[in-house]
């Protein structure tokens, strides 16, 4: 189905009577709202996907429910800056990383690479398909929280600057290491349980589950190598008072040097994607 619906939208175009193929961008929204209305053709998909974080959310809020001393907040407002964290990267890495490799196993991809389409294209498309779909789960808890655990929004623009950087380099290196993790499945069989895994450690040493003054420091120092754990710590940042800061291992928020392990993730997912990207299943040679 997505291989005719690229190659229905890949019709030469009459201009001046020469024919010429649309541009990577056009073929990119096309290929993006096409992933878009197929995800939301799937109920269960959609469901899994937005209740997913404000269950955990609900579940972890409720057990860890204490003032955190001397911080001006609660464990419950912790975990929704987290939480956030935790669903940017289910959008984007998780989801990419399995559906891709499905696509691969079902050859999808090869067909799509034997079309005129830019490869671009079908990147862009799942650009758009994250963006949408992670924009909407953030949205959703911002709401959750706010209505249940009474977290501040951000009362300035410098806030929201602050959160919209984070958003978009979270989003963006993550949706990059899903596209080169989406490689190292042998089948798309097996895709779940080779992505999901190391999302689940990540979020265990990253300060989702567990408040970042409890992680064991060899824990935290493995964590930080990875974008989760700076996406957390930004967006704790955001919404909890700036007394809370001192949780932080370094006892400030350090948004300086999240930028930098943000901007070098997007950086260098895009080398593991340039370099590891197959458009065929190993078994396809």
């Not at 175009?13 to 990577?24: F, N, Q, T």
């Not at 053709?41 to 404000?54: C, D, G, N, S, W």
């Not at 989003?171 to 895994?197: D, E, H, N, Q």
């Not at 754990?229 to 040097?257: I, T």
Request: aromatic share 12%; with cysteine; hydrophobic share 50%.
């Amino acid at each position: 189905m997505a291989g005719t619906t690229a190659a229905t939208a890949l019709t030469p175009v009459s201009d001046d009577r020469s024919a010429r193929l649309p541009g990577a961008w056009r073929l990119g929204l096309l290929r993006g709202a096409m992933e878009i209305r197929l995800f939301f053709r799937l109920r269960e998909q959609v469901i899994f996907t937005f209740a997913f974080p404000i269950v955990f959310l609900f579940l972890f809020a409720s057990i860890f429910h204490d003032d955190m001393e001397n911080t001006g907040s609660t464990a419950s407002q912790y975990y929704v800056a987290s939480m956030i964290a935790a669903g940017i990267m289910s959008t984007s890495f998780q989801s990419l990383g399995i559906s891709i490799a499905i696509e691969r196993d079902e050859k999808v991809l090869r067909r799509l690479r034997g079309t005129p389409m830019p490869p671009a294209a079908y990147f862009l498309g799942k650009i758009w398909l994250v963006l949408v779909t992670g924009l909407l789960e953030t949205a959703a808890l911002l709401v959750f929280g706010t209505t249940v655990y009474d977290v501040d929004l951000p009362s300035d623009v410098s806030g929201w600057l602050t959160f919209g950087w984070i958003f978009v380099l979270g989003l963006t290196g993550c949706a990059l290491l899903g596209i080169a993790i989406s490689s190292v499945p042998k089948s798309g069989r097996s895709a779940t349980s080779v992505v999901v895994l190391p999302f689940l450690v990540l979020q265990f040493i990253s300060g989702v589950y567990i408040l970042i003054d409890t992680v064991p420091g060899w824990m935290l120092t493995i964590g930080s190598f990875f974008p989760l754990k700076w996406m957390c710590q930004g967006l704790r940042g955001v919404f909890l008072p700036e007394a809370a800061a001192a949780l932080e291992p370094a006892g400030s928020w350090e948004y300086g040097r999240i930028a930098l392990v943000l901007g070098a993730w997007c950086i260098g997912g895009l080398v593991l994607c340039l370099l590891t990207f197959r458009w065929k299943s190993r078994n396809d040679g």
